[in-house]
């Protein structure tokens, strides 16, 4: 079967790749383009580990083809921080001690600033609903989500 090509936008690069139509956004990130940030956890939907923004809307990666992103926009969390300097959701999980094993940290980073991008002024229980389609293992959740409250309270005292 012959490879499909496919031009996009991936964290604001223009970018071409080649995949097989059954392949995953997932597998040609990290497989094709070497963006290994974005973990696999499930290939299902399930757990949210290898959520990013297809055109502005927060996707597990798993479940959309690379054939079907020609011509979209994507945001992985290697798009996330700006230059060398954190987003303050990077940075708060990182002053909150809110990841361990870290497989699942790459999706929760994505669907927070998804979140913030949307709203700073989510209440905690908004914040918890919002992701509860990132599963972690390891942390208990509550690191995560004062993380998420403590960067969205500084981002609203910086804007």
Not at 1 to 6: E, F, G, L, P, S
Not at 10 to 29: H, K
Not at 52 to 72: H, I, N, P, Q
């Amino acid at each position: 079967m012959a490879k499909t090509h496919v031009t996009t936008t991936i964290n604001g690069e223009l970018t071409e790749f080649l995949c097989e139509p059954q392949q995953s956004l997932l597998d040609v990130l990290r497989d094709e383009l070497q963006l290994t940030g974005t973990k696999e956890g499930c290939g299902t939907g399930d757990c949210g580990a290898c959520s990013v923004m297809l055109d502005g809307y927060l996707v597990c990666s798993c479940l959309v083809f690379g054939a079907e992103c020609e011509s979209r926009e994507i945001t992985t969390v290697e798009g996330i921080a700006q230059h060398e300097k954190l987003h303050p959701v990077q940075q708060k999980i990182l002053e909150h001690g809110a990841l361990q094993c870290g497989i699942c940290t790459p999706g929760i980073v994505v669907a927070a600033k998804a979140l913030l991008d949307k709203t700073l002024d989510a209440t905690e229980e908004e914040t918890r609903y919002w992701l509860a389609g990132n599963l972690c293992r390891c942390t208990g959740y509550d690191k995560v989500i004062r993380a998420v409250m403590d960067a969205a309270q500084e981002m609203r005292g910086a804007s």
